[in-house]
């Protein structure tokens, strides 16, 4: 079955513990990208990457790091994680013989 | 940069009824999507426009799309408790690269929409 997954799909954590949010899809998808959901905000982009090696910010990057080693991985590092970055995290990945994207089930995380 | 607006962001309407939700973006780009999301839940695909005069339909859902006015409508037919959801836009700003969502997609804020009995 084509996916997205996420993992952790809930996480509670405290201010500065650095955390690892994963996301892998099985779809050979070439792009792929993080977003976080806030109320009334809609769904922002934090970064996204057109392929291994090749990651890009998008619209509200701080406090976020991601890497892109291996096509089917791109996860999303907090080093030092602050309660402003509580949210609902999507990823999402799309591929070039596709418009479709495909978002993963959601990670909601809380920073205490 | 790239903006999307939707209108209304609140839609609380009657069984039986249609409306429409409308969504603006700014620049040009000829891509663009509908999602649905219930409550807790991720996004679900509910059309892909690809070119201006494009048209989708499936069940009381019409999406359409006019690039020269960067206008997409999301028509509801009669409408349906199921539908109650919140329902998103968004734009691909990079429609020359194949495929979608290279550099991702902009999202509109959303309209909540509720349908009551």
């Known amino acids: 079955e084509a996916q997205v997954t996420q993992n952790p799909r809930y996480l509670i954590t405290v201010t500065g513990k650095k955390l690892t949010v994963t996301c892998s899809q099985n779809?050979?998808?070439?792009?792929m990208s993080w977003y976080r959901q806030d109320p009334g905000l809609g769904l922002r982009q934090i970064y996204y990457?057109?392929?291994?090696?090749?990651?890009d910010k998008g619209d509200v990057p701080e406090g976020y790091k991601v890497s892109r080693k291996e096509k089917r991985n791109f996860p999303l590092i907090l080093e030092s994680p602050s309660p402003n970055q509580t949210s609902l995290y999507f990823c999402?990945?799309?591929?070039?013989?596709?418009?479709?994207?495909?978002f993963g089930p959601g990670t909601r995380l809380t920073v205490t | 940069e790239l903006k999307v607006e939707q209108n209304p962001l609140f839609l609380s309407m009657q069984e039986g009824k249609n409306y429409t939700i409308y969504c603006n973006y700014s620049?040009?780009?000829?891509?663009l999507y509908w999602y649905r999301q219930d409550p807790g839940k991720s996004l679900e695909s509910l059309f892909v426009?690809?070119?201006?005069?494009a048209v989708k339909q499936e069940g009381r859902l019409m999406a359409s799309l006019d690039t020269k006015a960067r206008l997409s409508t999301l028509h509801i037919t009669a409408a349906v408790h199921d539908l109650s959801a919140t329902y998103f836009c968004?734009?691909?700003?990079?429609?020359?690269?194949?495929?979608?969502?290279?550099?991702?997609?902009?999202f509109g804020k959303g309209t909540h929409l509720i349908i009551q009995p």
């Open positions: 999402a990945s799309g591929g070039i013989s596709s418009y479709e994207q495909y």
């Open positions: 620049t040009t780009s000829d891509r």
């Open positions: 968004a734009v691909d700003a990079t429609p020359s690269a194949t495929g979608g969502g290279a550099d991702g997609l902009t």
């Open positions: 779809m050979n998808h070439e792009y």
């Open positions: 990457s057109m392929n291994v090696e090749v990651t």
């Open positions: 426009l690809l070119s201006n005069g």
